[in-house]
């Protein structure tokens, strides 16, 4: 006798050579290449180029962070070399700043902070963009928070400061570990938070920063787009009570990280820089230190722009062949069994997940050559992310076959099952993207239809610590991957197990059991 494994790999065979016919698997590697092809298509018109006068030079990029991702890291830096373990402690008594023509008349240049706008106390190891720091801030409207290597954010005391009620701020470097304290009074210290900075020098650059990252502000464009308005903001702070150990006794340098100076506040009223007088310290700087890139480009998923067409096309192949030889029922039986559907489940999942693979593993790393060929700044991400998106994709593909394999069981129409899974994943995704739908429509959409599934594919993060436009038309979906992912899966179970209970209910299944062949 056979085994059960032995009968279901018999079983599996079988349905694969009935699945396999010329027409099927065209339609699949159509599939893949209409998704190639728009990916290539769309790295081959993009190219980009930059000059100096009459000499091209390369475009310039986000400066990478620990993690290998794009990062914002621009602000003012007056500081001292530290060689091993020591600290730094300042009491910081005023935090003021401006904000160039602000809504709603745009017509004046106005005294305040932006929300996350940050000065405070930093230890960095050097002064090149991207390189790993520890850092305790006061911020616009945030209060107190420790930040790290671009990422990692912790919260401390609400609220802000004035010379009436200044805030004290300590980091200690102890080898990799950086802790960071706060007082009011600069004698009873409550810890903020500690941050590991795997590797870092021997030799760091400590001190006082200022940044004041762009005023943010989104205008609507019609339908459900929105432009992005970003101003120029600057903060200055003032520090006294600066007390260094474990510091050589080296003069104070100001320099700034990243490129500013160049806006006419800046040339005509306040320049950025570093006054010291009396003990007193004062540092003016604009920018970000932060997880999200301001000079844009390209993310590795643009290359898989036609990544709705081919699942579209995926989806009409499995409507079409569930359905194949379907006619309606005067008993309203389903025409297979739960064994069949079984099979059936694993060999369309197997196939389509083969050609989700095919698919993303050409389209994304042949376009991203392309575009980077082409001169695209395209924003870094690790080779686990984008093996990530890859394998993401092609679980996108095979979830969505099963999805309509289901419909095809219960609905055994082709023209409906393609229509009702297309409507079901492909549409909102689409209206969402475009984008057609107000923000918030459009954001829902992506959390509560099929189409969440989409997700797998983004590499962008959100981060509470720094103001974007987080919406679905700009690259950002509402859940995680894997979240999304799992929102499809759970439609996919659910109408698999609505299929499996009417097929208890149905004539075919009360009749004996058919026999594995």
Request: net charge positive; charged share 15%; aromatic share 8%.
């Amino acid at each position: 006798m056979q085994s059960i494994n032995q009968r279901f790999t018999a079983a599996a065979r079988q349905e694969w050579l009935t699945f396999r016919s010329r027409g099927r698997i065209v339609a699949l590697a159509v599939a893949a290449v209409v998704v190639i092809l728009f990916g290539l298509l769309f790295a081959f018109s993009n190219r980009s180029t930059c000059s100096q006068g009459t000499v091209e030079v390369a475009c310039p990029t986000d400066p990478v962070g620990p993690r290998g991702q794009a990062v914002s890291d621009t602000f003012y830096f007056g500081h001292r070399p530290l060689a091993g373990d020591g600290s730094i402690t300042v009491r910081m008594t005023s935090m003021t700043g401006i904000i160039t023509y602000p809504p709603p008349n745009h017509d004046e240049i106005v005294p305040g902070l932006v929300p996350w706008a940050k000065a405070g106390i930093m230890i960095k190891d050097g002064v090149t963009q991207g390189s790993s720091y520890a850092a305790l801030m006061v911020t616009g409207g945030n209060g107190v928070r420790m930040q790290s290597d671009y990422v990692h954010d912790t919260a401390g005391r609400p609220g802000g400061l004035s010379p009436q009620a200044p805030r004290w701020l300590r980091l200690t470097r102890s080898g990799d570990t950086v802790t960071g304290y706060e007082s009011a009074d600069g004698a009873h210290w409550t810890q903020v938070g500690t941050a590991h900075l795997a590797g870092l020098s021997e030799t760091v650059q400590v001190g006082l920063f200022a940044a004041s990252p762009g005023d943010l502000t989104l205008r609507p464009t019609g339908l459900g787009a929105s432009a992005s308005e970003v101003r120029f903001t600057q903060a200055t702070a003032t520090f006294d009570n600066v007390t260094l150990s474990g510091v050589a006794d080296a003069a104070w340098r100001g320099e700034p990280v990243g490129d500013m100076g160049h806006t006419e506040w800046e040339r005509e009223h306040r320049a950025p820089g570093l006054v010291t007088s009396n003990g007193t310290f004062i540092v003016t700087g604009s920018g970000d230190i932060g997880p999200i890139g301001t000079v844009g480009g390209y993310d590795v998923e643009d290359t898989l722009i036609g990544l709705a067409i081919g699942l579209t096309i995926v989806i009409i192949v499995v409507a079409r062949f569930m359905t194949r030889g379907h006619r309606p029922s005067t008993t309203g039986a389903l025409p297979l069994s739960a064994r069949a559907l079984t099979v059936k489940s694993a060999v369309i999942g197997v196939v389509t997940f083969l050609t989700g693979l095919a698919i993303a593993g050409v389209a994304l790393p042949v376009g991203v050559a392309m575009l980077r060929a082409n001169g695209g700044n395209v924003r870094p991400v690790s080779t686990l992310t984008e093996l990530r998106v890859i394998v993401g994709v092609a679980g996108l593909v095979a979830v969505a076959a099963l999805f309509t394999l289901a419909l095809g069981a219960l609905f055994r129409r082709a023209w409906v099952v393609s229509l009702v899974a297309i409507a079901a994943i492909v549409v909102p995704y689409i209206m969402a993207a475009l984008p057609l739908l107000p923000e918030t429509v459009a954001d829902w959409l992506l959390r509560l239809t099929p189409a969440a599934g989409f997700a797998v594919q983004q590499t962008r993060e959100e981060f509470p610590q720094v103001v974007a436009n987080y919406a679905p038309s700009a690259g950002y979906y509402p859940l995680p991957g894997w979240a999304g992912l799992a929102v499809l899966c759970g439609y996919t179970a659910a109408l698999l197990g609505l299929v499996v209970l009417r097929l208890r209910r149905s004539p075919v299944a009360s009749s004996p059991k058919p026999k594995w062949r």
